[in-house]
């Protein structure tokens, strides 16, 4: 019974199966289409006929499937081996999925840890690799040695939702950048700078840029948002209006900046120019919830 399941084995649940079977922790795996758990007979790990068996010959097991309705297709039918179990739900979900999970777990016996995992496959089981975990803290600490095959593990407390909030947080703040870095390649290549040289600008740009928000946390924290970064927030403005006119102008597609720029005149309309970028996060406004 302290054996560790893994269902779901997609790209991710693959990679965790397979640090768990470099830690020597024999995993028992179950996928719904039977050829991707075949793929890991001949290695030190045992195939579950269906998720039944799973759950029936394991402690710990840990879910990560393509999302919560996938998660409750799969346990839904074998809820009655909850009992005494501990879930790790790795799977990608909302905040309110995750704490909904959490009760239903527990009404069947079970201790439910919600996770997002902040890796791609290729990092789990490097120090590259942070998962963040959140939920029954007696469950946390049982799996915590399995768990640390993973990558660095951080618990953010007893509410379930809380490892979904910093996961969408940190995939949001991922996504800026993907969505500012391909923006910066259409411009570009469409006045013809080598894509190449123009992405290793953008790595020596954006590394620099990542350096200074502990500087904007800060800021934020504080609730000062008076000018000491030397970039005031009107000289941005201008700088915004100009990638937003030379984007038109070569046929590129800007909406990605607009609300942004939406943003940053209205404050500069408040009369707040003076300010640093910082001051912005208050026009994201949501009610601040105290961490449980
Ligand atoms: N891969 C990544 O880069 C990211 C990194 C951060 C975390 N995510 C999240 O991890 C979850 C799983 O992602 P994945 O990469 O393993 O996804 P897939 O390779 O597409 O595998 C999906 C698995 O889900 C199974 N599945 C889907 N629907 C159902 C269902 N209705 N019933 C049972 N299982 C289902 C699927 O099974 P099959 O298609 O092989 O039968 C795969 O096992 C995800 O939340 C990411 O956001 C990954």
Request: aromatic share 6%; net charge negative; proline share 3%.
């Amino acid at each position: 019974m302290s054996r560790v399941a893994v269902i779901g084995l997609g790209d991710m649940g693959s990679a965790l199966a397979r640090v768990l079977i470099a830690a020597r922790r024999r995993p028992l795996l179950w996928n719904r289409s039977p050829e991707r758990a075949a793929a890991f007979s001949g290695l030190d790990a045992d195939i579950a006929g269906s998720a039944a068996e799973a759950l029936s010959r394991a402690a710990l097991v840990v879910v990560c499937l393509l999302d919560y309705r996938a998660v409750r297709a799969v346990l839904e039918p074998v809820s009655g081996y909850l009992d005494g179990r501990t879930v790790i739900n790795l799977t990608n979900g909302k905040p309110e999925e995750a704490r909904e999970m959490a009760d239903w777990v527990a009404a069947r016996g079970g201790r439910y840890v919600d996770g997002g995992i902040m890796a791609v496959p290729a990092m789990i089981g490097s120090q590259d690799a942070f998962i963040l975990y959140s939920g029954s803290t007696a469950g946390f600490d049982r799996a915590a040695p399995v768990l640390e095959a993973f990558g660095k593990s951080r618990f953010l407390g007893r509410d379930p939702g809380l490892a979904s909030v910093c996961d969408l947080g940190l995939l949001s703040a991922m996504y800026g950048l993907f969505g500012g870095f391909l923006h910066g390649v259409a411009m570009a290549r469409s006045g013809g700078i080598a894509i190449e040289a123009f992405t290793e600008m953008s790595v020596a740009w954006l590394a620099a840029m990542v350096e200074v928000l502990p500087e904007i946390g800060a800021q934020i924290e504080s609730g000062d948002y008076s000018a000491q970064s030397g970039s005031a927030l009107a000289m941005q403005l201008v700088g915004i209006e100009n990638i937003m006119a030379a984007s038109k102008a070569q046929g590129i597609d800007a909406s990605s900046l607009a609300h942004m720029h939406t943003l940053m005149a209205r404050r500069v309309a408040e009369g707040r120019g003076g300010e640093d970028i910082a001051g912005l996060v208050e026009s994201f406004s949501a009610p601040v919830r105290q961490a449980g």
